[in-house]
């Protein structure tokens, strides 16, 4: 049971360094704005993503064995991809947080206003739906099948620890010191992550294959 928190621990470290609209957003209103409100922007997916979760969840559910390593092989594949291309992406660039901050003093706004920004751009990111709908929707139900409420729950739980955790960390150091975090350190983070995607997706296209295998 303790291997689907791992899993999800692992799942959510890699999606909270991801570049995307998300972590730009909590980036740059960390740096304009000061620490509240990139936290703000943080916590976004714990109001938008119960419903994709749900509906993931329960499409997965309701596939037939043989369609659901089908759909863990696309999964891992998805998977290894976003991999790879976070390698690349980090390899080809080095990200200037400083330059992203703007004139503005050092005030800190926590106003809601940087919360209903990230709300919107996290119902319009197409990520979290690809994520539940592939790789996450179909571990949920491999851990309620195993072990139930507290299979699942665990699994949800290490995904958005480190989801929201880790970016609220990042919004909390930038926004209080934005030149404590260099971006040769973010690079390396960006790398590190990468890889671990590659090797996580490996592992569900194995196990969709040994389910395929399994029903011919």
């Known amino acids: 049971m303790w291997a689907f928190l791992l899993l999800g621990i692992s799942f959510g470290i890699q ?3 991801n570049p ?9 209103r960390s740096l304009r704005d000061g620490a509240r409100a990139g936290i703000l922007v943080t916590i976004a997916p714990l109001l938008t993503d119960a ?10 559910g309701s596939l037939p064995k043989t369609l659901f390593g ?32 703007t004139s503005r003093n050092a005030a800190d706004d926590g106003s809601l206003k940087s919360l209903l920004s990230a709300v919107v751009i996290n119902f319009l990111n197409p990520n979290p739906y690809l994520f539940w709908g592939t790789a996450g929707g179909p571990n949920l139900v491999k ?8 299979g699942a729950a665990l ?20 926004g209080r010191n934005r030149t404590a975090f260099s971006p040769k350190l973010y ?21 969709g294959i040994n389910t395929v295998w399994g029903m011919l």
């Not at 995307?20 to 740059?28: C, E, K, M």
């Not at 419903?51 to 997965?60: E, F, Q």
């Not at 949800?156 to 930038?174: D, E």
């Open 70 to 101: 089908w759909l863990g092989i696309l999964g891992g594949g998805y998977i290894v991809w976003l991999g790879i291309r976070g390698v690349r992406d980090a390899l080809g660039r080095t990200i200037d947080l400083v330059a992203l901050s």
């Open 20 to 28: 995307g609209p998300s972590l730009t957003l909590a980036i740059a």
């Open 155 to 174: 699994f949800v739980i290490g995904f958005y620890l480190m989801l929201v955790g880790v970016r609220a960390t990042l919004a909390y150091i930038i």
């Open 187 to 207: 690079q390396t983070i960006l790398i590190c992550s990468g890889a671990l995607l590659c090797v996580l997706g490996g592992v569900l296209v194995r196990d």
């Open 143 to 150: 851990a309620w099948s195993g072990y139930g409420l507290p």
């Open 15 to 17: 999606a909270s360094v």
């Open 51 to 60: 419903p994709i979760i749900a509906v993931a969840t329960l499409l997965v």
